[in-house]
T-cell receptor, first 114, second 113 residues
Framework: DTEVTQTPKHLVMGMTNKKSLKCEQH?????MYWYKQKAKKPPELMFV???????INESVPSRFSPECPNSSLLNLHLHALQPEDSALYLC?????????????FGPGTRLLVL | SQQGEEDPQALSIQEGENATMNCSYK?????LQWYRQNSGRGLVHLIL?????REKHSGRLRVTLDTSKKSSSLLITASRAADTASYFC?????????????FGKGNQVVVIP
């Protein structure tokens, strides 16, 4: 299984809502990532989890809260988002955080904040 | 910060022609990777070239890396309509390894059947 799955595929939420994005991989990878991608722009790194611990937070606003409950699962909790947070949110994983390896991406969650 | 920066061009080519994209970066890297993205979906890894490699092939793909010029190129030979996509280079800056991939702007490639 070389797949990273993300749910939901689409999400519409108001600025007062709380929602969560979910990412799952069963490749035994020990590094997982969240990226944000605006239309016609490259992905921007948000968070990195290494061995289930948050290792990198790229100065992301606290209205985005990541969580790694276990080695296969990565969540992104959303609260009080702004319309400018509307984007494609991509999850990725790689086998070993310290090695030179490829990242496997999920299909993304397209988020619209009203 | 984003290191990999492709020449910001959109390519429109006929099926069967070759497509070349360039990428430049600013600091030392561990490796450089190329990804493809179809219509705003997930990225698919194409090829990884390490800093001590100069050229790498994978099927119809050829990647070169010139660390002295801090640049890379991706060549797709005998293009197909299915190659229509956005192509991103991503650098793994030294000494962070693979954790901090920085993506370039991307090139939109359209292959006309």
């Amino acid at each position: 299984d070389t797949e990273v799955t993300q749910t939901p595929k689409h999400l519409v939420m108001g600025m007062t809502n709380k929602k969560s994005l979910k990412c799952e991989q069963h490749m035994g990878h020990r590094a997982m990532y969240w990226y944000k991608q605006k239309a016609k722009k490259p992905p921007e790194l948000m968070f990195v989890y290494s061995y289930e611990k948050l290792s990198i937070n790229e100065s992301v606003p606290s209205r985005f809260s990541p969580e790694c409950p276990n080695s296969s699962l990565l969540n992104l909790h959303l609260h009080a988002l702004q319309p400018e947070d509307s984007a494609l949110y991509l999850c990725a994983s790689s086998q070993d955080p310290g090695r030179q390896e490829t990242q496997y991406f999920g299909p993304g969650t397209r988020l619209l904040v009203l | 910060s984003q290191q990999g920066e492709e020449d910001p061009q959109a390519l429109s080519i006929q099926e069967g022609e070759n497509a070349t994209m360039n990428c430049s970066y600013k600091t030392s890297i561990n490796n450089l990777q190329w990804y493809r993205q179809n219509s705003g979906r997930g990225l698919v890894h194409l090829i990884l070239i390490r800093s001590n490699e100069r050229e790498k092939h994978s099927g119809r793909l050829r990647v070169t890396l010139d660390t002295s010029k801090k640049s890379s190129s991706l060549l797709i030979t005998a293009s197909r309509a299915a190659d229509t996509a956005s192509y991103f280079c991503a650098t793994a800056p030294f000494p962070y390894g693979n954790n901090r991939l920085a993506f370039g702007k991307g090139n939109q490639v359209v292959v006309i059947p």
